[in-house]
């Protein structure tokens, strides 16, 4: 017997011969695991991706949930017996190729309908998919490759780089519904120099990471993203800084994003020497500086740098719902572009829509 696995949670696959293998919070993403690998089925394994959600109900007294798994904690709910194949052959249309829209893809396919899939960019997994890039946030990558992969093995058809703005193409579908799950689109700032070739967002960064090396660099922002983002650029042997309005670095980490990650992170970035700078306020963006003020003391500082990056988060992006309603009665909107949440909201949500769909 031999299993592929990730020494020391750095992302690197290896493969050892042995005779017994255990799994714990693996066996809650995916309870199917097992059979999956013997029947060969290993790329759609709904992988653990270590967000630490689980643990974090588990400390509150909660019902377990999972990022991956929608069905956690409600298998009396979704059960064989439940379950409706009913779709006979009816169309469904899923705009977003992001966790929601795979899922609810994915799941309306199993129930038979026949499901066409739009994805504006070139790569599915929307947000989510980008930090696979970071050093050791792979398994978000694997995550989204197997999202991928249940969908086409399920029947979806996908179609990549297609921005729906002429909707003439889904009104000859004729659909029975239409799942909206654009996601959510990138925060900017409004301030002088924003727009120089030198400002970017943490998504430019996660796309393209070899090209930014030996900058000096400033990331605004210190959510998860701000610090994954100031983190691979550390990394790749830039000058980091953070600024961050609050008070606290990460001040807005909580629930299911879990403390625990947020307290790793912010250790690995004291140990890459990025410099932190709470209640810091930008004013300005230059060509070579950036000029900032402290929101406590008032006071006026700048700093040399030639990269920033805005890791604002994200607000949503739902415009299509009109022009949908008039196509067919049945739109439904999930994930972010309802308002921004979590992975466990995305998947929760597209799996019970259309569960009762």
Not at 214 to 227: D, H, N, Q, Y
């Amino acid at each position: 017997m031999f299993v592929r696995v990730i020494p020391n949670n750095k992302g690197k696959k290896n493969t050892f011969f042995c005779d017994l293998v255990a799994l714990g919070r693996q066996m809650m993403a995916d309870p199917e695991w097992s059979n999956k690998a013997i029947a060969g089925k290993a790329d759609q394994i709904r992988y653990c991706i270590s967000c630490g959600a689980c643990v974090n109900c588990s400390g509150r007294g909660e019902k377990l949930r999972c990022s991956v798994n929608p069905c956690m904690s409600k298998e009396t709910i979704y059960t064989e017996e439940s379950f409706k194949k009913d779709g006979n052959g009816r169309k469904v249309v899923v705009i977003g190729g992001g966790p929601a829209g795979l899922e609810a893809a994915t799941l309306a396919a199993k129930k038979g309908f026949f499901v066409t899939q739009f994805e504006k960019s070139g790569r599915l997994g929307g947000c989510f998919d980008l930090p696979r890039t970071a050093g050791g946030m792979e398994k978000m990558g694997w995550s989204v490759d197997a999202f991928a992969a249940r969908a086409i093995a399920d029947g979806v058809h996908i179609h990549l780089n297609t921005e729906i703005k002429d909707f003439t193409e889904i009104q000859k579908l004729n659909p029975y519904a239409i799942i909206l799950a654009t996601g959510g689109k990138q925060i900017s700032l409004r301030l002088p120099g924003i727009d120089l070739p030198h400002v970017l967002h943490a998504a430019d960064v996660y796309l393209n990471p070899d090209k930014y090396i030996g900058k000096k660099a400033i990331v605004i922002g210190s959510g998860f993203t701000g610090l994954e983002v100031a983190e691979l650029l550390a990394e790749k042997g830039n000058t980091v800084r953070i600024f961050e309005l609050d008070d606290v670095i990460g001040k807005r980490i909580t629930g299911d994003g879990s403390i625990k990650n947020r307290t790793a992170l912010l250790e690995k970035l004291e140990d890459l020497n990025v410099q932190m700078h709470p209640s810091t306020n930008t004013l300005e963006i230059k060509e070579k500086e950036v000029l900032t003020e402290n929101v406590i003391t008032k006071q006026k500082e700048a700093f040399e740098a030639d990269l920033i990056v805005q890791a604002l988060g994200y607000k949503p992006q739902n415009n299509l719902g009109e022009s949908c309603k008039e196509i067919c009665e049945k739109v439904i909107s999930i994930g972010d572009c309802t308002g921004i949440g979590n992975i466990i909201g995305a998947t929760t949500d597209a799996y019970e829509a259309v569960w009762n769909l």
